[in-house]
């Protein structure tokens, strides 16, 4: 099986950068949820006649914060993972490119 041409390399840098897109869009998404999520806590006063149930609630709010927090971060991360690896095979590709005029 040949080596990928450069066009195919760069068709799959490409496709990596887009998916990386994808996913720091939906990390955006995440910290947009955040926001709404603390919009959620109520006061004592609001809790009202639900006062038993006030922490509780509480508590998940608190979960569902630091849950969109930690899925935010990790999307960040693949994001630029996939960024690095495009950035990587392009470097490996221009010096490969090189190695190979140099033969010649």
């Known amino acids: 099986m040949p080596p990928p041409s450069k066009q195919e390399v760069q068709v799959a840098t490409e496709s990596l950068r887009a998916e990386a897109t994808l996913w720091l869009h939906q990390s955006e998404q995440l910290a947009a949820i955040v926001g709404k999520v603390e919009g959620l806590r109520m ?13 509780a609630y509480d508590n998940a709010v608190d979960q569902l914060t630091v849950r969109c927090r930690e899925g935010q971060q990790r999307m960040t991360d693949v994001a630029a993972t996939l960024r ?21």
Request: proline residues 0%; hydrophobic residues 35%.
């Open 84 to 104: 690095q690896v495009a950035d990587t095979y392009d470097d490996e590709e221009s010096k490969n490119l090189h190695r190979f005029r140099d033969l010649y």
């Open 43 to 55: 006061s004592r006063l609001e809790a009202g006649i639900f006062q038993l149930v006030a922490s």
